[in-house]
């Protein structure tokens, strides 16, 4: 394991190998990372991602090291003197005291020119379009509650957002049927939809849209929502919430489920809004079990990567999912 930006890098072994590593490492403090420096660059705000990852990093022997955004990254300000060097100089300096990246940006294609100018692995830590150490962490949580040969039903209700993009691509690989349903305004692309499909081909999943929320979560195992608005879209807010009223997971949609159920959200919520207090703090909502597992699964991934001889014992050496099937 090299990098990881996207859930698509993966095939269907390598994520039962990093979800197996995990719940092997989740209480160890071996130090598979002694000596290692992982650099942090957050261009938004994070509590679960940051602290989560720190956490996992200095369990295992690692130092954090936190970059200051504006010194690394140019945002895309092409005005002389606004920023204060190149990436590509940025990404070589720190290239040259730290083992890895870990980032956070508004921009999917700020990380993959990380990536190209540095000569250390970069890991997302969230982009606009994809949140793979989140879809990780769900993942683990769902071989929890249903055991790691399950095929639960996972529906996603609301935005076709960043976390719903790399949930359904993980379960989509590990073979689950997948439901979305949200308004059709804010939905996936032509592209997104025959990338889905392939996938389901491909691992023997399902993908299924739905436009009715009551009717989707009828037949659910897990319901999961994120939050209508993401970050940086903030001013869409007026334009955008008007379409995801019915959209919201509340005590009447959840109870149409099956009793037996699950509540899922990456968090941070907004109680009230995509999901109420009685959805959230019911006895079958697991956001909290997701968010320790964020800690956990990073354990996984960082010791893959950045540990040769881990990543020489454990990775699977197997062909990733076809390039020609990848969409960013
Ligand atoms: N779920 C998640 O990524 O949370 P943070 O934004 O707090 O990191
Ligand atoms: N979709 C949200 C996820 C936050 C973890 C965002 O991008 O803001």
Redesign the pocket.
């Given at each position: 394991m090299n990098q990881l930006l996207t859930i698509g890098e993966l095939n269907t072994k390598q994520i039962q190998t990093i979800l197996t590593l995990s719940e092997e490492l989740s209480e160890s403090n071996e130090p598979l990372l002694h000596g290692v420096n992982v650099g942090f660059v957050f261009e938004?705000?994070?509590?679960?991602?940051?602290v989560g990852t720190e956490a996992a990093i200095n369990q295992l022997g690692g130092n954090v090291i936190e970059i200051d955004p504006d010194l690394l990254l140019a945002n895309g300000k092409a005005v002389p003197f606004t920023c204060r060097e190149s990436l590509k100089d940025a990404m070589m300096n720190v290239s040259q005291w730290c083992d890895a990246v870990f980032a956070?940006v508004y921009s999917h294609a700020t990380l993959e020119k990380m990536q190209q100018y540095g000569t250390i692995p970069v890991i997302n830590?969230?982009c606009n379009k994809h949140?793979p150490m989140?879809a990780l962490a769900d993942m683990l949580t769902i071989y929890g509650k249903f055991g790691s040969d399950n095929k639960a039903v996972i529906t996603f209700i609301g935005d076709a957002n960043n976390?719903a993009f790399s949930l359904t691509e993980i379960a989509l690989i590990l073979g689950h049927p997948v439901q979305f349903s949200g308004p059709t305004e804010y939905s996936w692309t032509n592209v997104q939809l025959q990338y889905f499909q392939l996938l389901a081909i491909q691992y023997g999943g399902e993908f299924i849209m739905i436009e009715d929320p009551y009717e989707a979560v009828r037949s659910s195992d897990v319901i999961y929502t994120d939050t209508f608005i993401s970050m940086g879209e903030e001013y869409l807010y007026e334009e955008k919430i008007k379409h995801f009223e019915s959209y919201q997971v509340n005590g009447k949609l959840f109870s149409t489920a099956p009793k037996t159920t699950g509540f899922m959200h990456?968090?941070?919520a907004h109680r009230g809004i995509e999901v109420t207090d009685e959805v959230i703090d019911h006895p079958n909502s697991w956001v909290y079990n997701q968010a320790k597992n964020?800690m956990i699964v990073s354990k996984a991934v960082f010791a893959l990567i950045l540990n040769p001889s881990f990543k020489q014992e454990f990775w699977p050496e197997s062909m990733p999912v076809s390039e020609s099937i990848t969409v960013q």
């Open positions: 938004k705000p994070s509590l679960r991602t940051k956070r830590a969230l949140h989140q976390v990456c968090l941070p964020r």
